[in-house]
């Protein structure tokens, strides 16, 4: 059962011990390939039948029946100075600024039509900039597009919101943080990935940490709420050894949140990646190594295990959210905000109203093509059935919460839990046989061995998993492919 504190006060910071437990044969064998449930239906599923005048229905219809919840924004900035080899983001790498300066013309534009669709339902609570590289736009570039968010939408006030974004150190001053903050960004998350010079050589990311502790140390000073650090185990070049010298180095700038991923390498769908010698990666055996020392370590400094890949310090928002049974995930991740609808704005970008999601186009061309023509550039997206939204919330409740009331559900859906999920049941036993879970009547209660493969879980409710899917031009190879292992 999930611990629940009353208020966020003296009692909601106090540490709260979050069990996690590593399994290396179970691991072994019960590691597949799998999504990572940023959202039910996966993205793969979504289909090019769904266009703009789907998405403008789903918000008319919400906003008209005052369904809209305080919402979330996304803005995706897709530029980056240099490749990083490892990256599967959809990014634009180039020196050539002006590149930029065309795209914010578009995107502002993007900005003031959601804005204006949105009137009276605007109110902003939650905020992330992600990329590619955000802190590719000028210091003047940001303060004049946070001016334009705040011209179409209404914000939380500082203490309440919570507005953050993506930097690469190596793109930043501690000046240009502190103006960050007076923009109104109070989160800022830093891409690490390892601090080991020849693995940073291996993946084309030179960044010395005393330049990345003196953008930690500038974030502090101006008085970020939260510093989090992305580190990324299986790169090449790396060993137990540099990992447990790159974690001592993390540990000790001490950020408020960490997160660790599991690089996937897929060179036959990320370009960059075939510069990446597959020799040099580290051997399954050594990444199951270094993934347990990752645990063990963050754990012995007094880190939350939040779920998936992350891990925050016992007063962070993150683990307030967990412990008060509030937490959510979305394409970001894990939010505190839950309920919160998703507004996202640039090229790639995801939104999801209500029972839709939708997704932007992909390209620069056929983004500004869209705009020119006064539409939202929306590509493709799904409409969810109520069997969609069911699974959809029993999949939140399992990544988030490690737990499942069935009373919950029955009272939410006009279901009887062991008849309508008899054969996912079945499949349920055979988990609880291995160690990951424990049934009864009424709870579905995941193990602290079963946390780390939350992902297998919750494959079982996804009906879609297994279903054959026609490619098209927006989605690329057979989707299976894109997944990476569980583990």
Same mark, same amino acid.
């Given at each position: 059962?999930?611990?629940?504190?009353?208020?966020?006060?003296?009692?909601?910071?106090?540490?709260? &011990?979050?069990?996690?437990?590593?399994?290396?044969?179970?691991?072994?064998?019960?590691?597949?390939?799998?999504?990572?449930?940023?959202?039910?239906?996966?993205?793969?599923?979504?289909?090019?039948?769904?266009?703009?005048?789907? $998405?403008?229905?789903?918000?008319?219809?919400? %906003?008209?029946?005052?369904?809209?919840?305080?919402?979330?924004?996304?803005?995706?900035?897709?530029?980056?100075?240099?490749?990083?080899?490892?990256? @599967?983001?959809?990014?634009?790498?180039?020196?050539?600024?002006?590149?930029?300066?065309?795209?914010?013309?578009?995107?502002?534009?993007?900005?003031?039509?959601?804005?204006?669709?949105?009137? @009276?339902?605007?109110?902003?609570?939650?905020?992330?900039?992600?990329?590619?590289?955000?802190?590719?736009?000028?210091?003047?570039?940001?303060?004049?597009? +946070?001016?334009? *968010?705040?011209?179409?939408?209404?914000?939380?006030?500082?203490?309440?919101?919570?507005?953050? /974004?993506?930097?690469?150190?190596? &793109?930043?001053?501690?000046?240009?943080?502190?103006?960050?903050?007076?923009?109104?960004?109070?989160?800022?998350?830093?891409?690490?990935?390892?601090?080991?010079?020849?693995?940073?050589?291996?993946?084309?990311?030179?960044?010395?940490?005393?330049? &990345?502790?003196? /953008?930690?140390?500038?974030?502090?000073?101006?008085?970020?709420?939260?510093?989090?650090?992305?580190?990324?185990? @299986?790169?090449?070049?790396?060993? *137990?050894?540099? +990992?447990?010298?790159?974690?001592?180095?993390?540990?000790?700038?001490?950020?408020?949140?960490?997160?660790?991923?599991? =690089?996937?390498?897929?060179?036959?769908?990320?370009?960059?990646?075939?510069?990446?010698?597959?020799?040099?990666?580290?051997?399954?055996? &050594?990444?199951?190594?270094?993934?347990?020392?990752?645990?063990?370590?963050?754990?012995?400094?007094?880190?939350?295990?939040?779920?998936?890949?992350?891990?925050?310090?016992?007063?962070?928002?993150?683990?307030?959210?967990?412990?008060?049974?509030?937490?959510?995930?979305?394409?970001?991740?894990?939010?505190?905000?839950?309920?919160?609808?998703?507004?996202?704005?640039?090229?790639?970008?995801?939104?999801?109203?209500?029972?839709?999601?939708?997704?932007?186009?992909? %390209?620069?061309?056929? =983004?500004?093509?869209?705009?020119?023509?006064?539409?939202?550039?929306?590509?493709?997206?799904?409409?969810?059935?109520?069997?969609?939204?069911?699974?959809?919330?029993?999949?939140? +409740?399992?990544?988030?919460?490690?737990?499942?009331?069935?009373?919950?559900?029955?009272?939410? $859906?006009?279901?009887?839990?062991?008849?309508?999920?008899?054969?996912?049941?079945?499949?349920?036993?055979?988990?609880?046989?291995? @160690?990951?879970?424990? +049934?009864?009547?009424?709870?579905?209660?995941?193990?602290?061995?079963?946390?780390?493969?939350?992902?297998?879980?919750?494959?079982?409710?996804?009906?879609?998993?297994?279903?054959?899917?026609?490619?098209?031009?927006?989605?690329?190879?057979?989707?299976?492919?894109?997944?990476?292992? %569980?583990?």
């Amino acid at each position: 059962m999930s611990e629940t504190a009353g208020t966020v006060g003296a009692a909601a910071l106090l540490p709260v &011990t979050q069990t996690v437990e590593f399994d290396t044969a179970l691991i072994r064998k019960l590691s597949r390939l799998g999504p990572r449930y940023t959202s039910y239906p996966t993205a793969d599923r979504f289909n090019a039948e769904f266009g703009y005048r789907d $998405y403008l229905q789903a918000v008319t219809g919400a %906003t008209a029946r005052g369904n809209m919840h305080p919402l979330s924004l996304y803005i995706h900035i897709p530029f980056c100075e240099s490749i990083c080899y490892y990256c @599967g983001c959809n990014k634009i790498v180039t020196k050539d600024r002006s590149k930029a300066a065309n795209y914010l013309i578009y995107l502002k534009r993007e900005i003031e039509m959601q804005g204006k669709l949105l009137a @009276g339902a605007n109110q902003i609570e939650q905020l992330h900039f992600g990329g590619g590289t955000p802190t590719y736009l000028s210091d003047a570039q940001m303060g004049e597009l +946070m001016l334009h *968010l705040r011209r179409w939408f209404n914000f939380a006030p500082d203490a309440e919101g919570e507005y953050s /974004i993506e930097v690469d150190p190596r &793109t930043v001053t501690p000046e240009r943080v502190h103006s960050l903050r007076r923009q109104g960004f109070n989160r800022i998350s830093l891409g690490v990935q390892d601090f080991d010079a020849e693995v940073q050589k291996a993946v084309n990311r030179i960044q010395p940490e005393s330049e &990345t502790v003196a /953008i930690i140390d500038a974030a502090r000073a101006a008085g970020f709420r939260s510093v989090s650090i992305d580190l990324i185990y @299986g790169l090449p070049k790396q060993n *137990l050894q540099t +990992m447990a010298q790159t974690l001592d180095k993390v540990i000790a700038a001490d950020p408020d949140r960490i997160a660790i991923y599991n =690089y996937a390498h897929m060179p036959h769908l990320f370009k960059p990646q075939r510069r990446i010698a597959e020799s040099d990666l580290p051997n399954g055996e &050594t990444r199951l190594e270094m993934l347990a020392l990752c645990i063990k370590r963050l754990n012995d400094a007094g880190y939350i295990y939040i779920g998936m890949d992350h891990f925050a310090k016992p007063g962070d928002d993150l683990a307030i959210a967990q412990r008060q049974g509030r937490l959510h995930r979305n394409f970001q991740g894990y939010s505190t905000h839950v309920g919160a609808d998703l507004v996202s704005c640039g090229v790639s970008a995801i939104s999801a109203i209500g029972a839709t999601y939708s997704q932007n186009v992909k %390209t620069l061309d056929e =983004y500004y093509e869209h705009i020119e023509q006064n539409e939202l550039p929306i590509a493709r997206g799904i409409k969810l059935n109520m069997d969609d939204l069911l699974r959809r919330i029993i999949i939140q +409740m399992l990544m988030c919460n490690f737990e499942l009331s069935i009373a919950s559900i029955e009272l939410a $859906y006009p279901i009887v839990f062991n008849s309508y999920f008899a054969a996912e049941l079945v499949k349920l036993r055979e988990l609880e046989q291995n @160690g990951l879970l424990s +049934m009864d009547e009424e709870w579905i209660t995941v193990t602290p061995k079963g946390r780390l493969l939350i992902r297998n879980i919750c494959m079982v409710f996804d009906r879609y998993l297994d279903a054959p899917r026609v490619a098209n031009a927006t989605d690329g190879d057979a989707q299976p492919l894109r997944y990476s292992k %569980t583990i």
